[in-house]
């Protein structure tokens, strides 16, 4: 999915199903899901929302410069890093912001660059 055609949410839904949400469009089941900006900047978000079972999420080649988080996760999510992405967070927010106690695993061979705002951390 591409980011610059809006922000997207993943989340599990009560199935213990991936699903991702874009936009206005409808909820679709996905495994193994690809998030990309095809490295051109976008302002659009990326919410990722684990549940029982965890989210898994690759990030290749995204590049999000935000006003809020550029990436918030809850529940226990895996990033996995592909290809060279940059995350760009506003003020008080982190580049990953992880809003709860889930676990948050992040693997993968690419590079990921994660900036805070004012008073945020990177991740």
């Given at each position: 999915?591409?980011?610059?055609?809006?922000?997207?949410?993943?989340?599990?839904?009560?199935?213990?199903k991936q699903y991702a949400k874009q936009g206005e469009n409808d909820p679709q089941k996905r495994g193994n899901?690809?998030?990309?900006?095809?490295?051109?900047?976008?302002?659009?978000t990326l919410t990722i929302e684990?549940?029982?079972t965890g989210a898994k999420v690759t990030l290749s080649n995204v590049n999000i410069n935000a006003?809020?988080?550029a990436v918030s996760?809850?529940?226990d999510v895996e990033l996995i890093i592909s290809g060279t992405n940059t995350l760009?967070?506003?003020?008080?927010?982190?580049?990953?912001?992880?809003?709860d106690n889930g676990t948050l695993t992040i693997s993968g061979s690419g590079?990921?660059?994660?900036?805070?705002?004012q008073g945020g951390a990177g991740i």
């Amino acid at each position: 999915m591409n980011l610059k055609y809006g922000s997207i949410t993943v989340y599990i839904g009560d199935d213990g199903k991936q699903y991702a949400k874009q936009g206005e469009n409808d909820p679709q089941k996905r495994g193994n899901l690809q998030i990309t900006t095809d490295g051109g900047r976008t302002d659009n978000t990326l919410t990722i929302e684990g549940g029982t079972t965890g989210a898994k999420v690759t990030l290749s080649n995204v590049n999000i410069n935000a006003s809020g988080a550029a990436v918030s996760v809850s529940g226990d999510v895996e990033l996995i890093i592909s290809g060279t992405n940059t995350l760009h967070s506003g003020t008080n927010h982190a580049g990953v912001e992880k809003i709860d106690n889930g676990t948050l695993t992040i693997s993968g061979s690419g590079t990921l660059e994660a900036y805070g705002g004012q008073g945020g951390a990177g991740i």
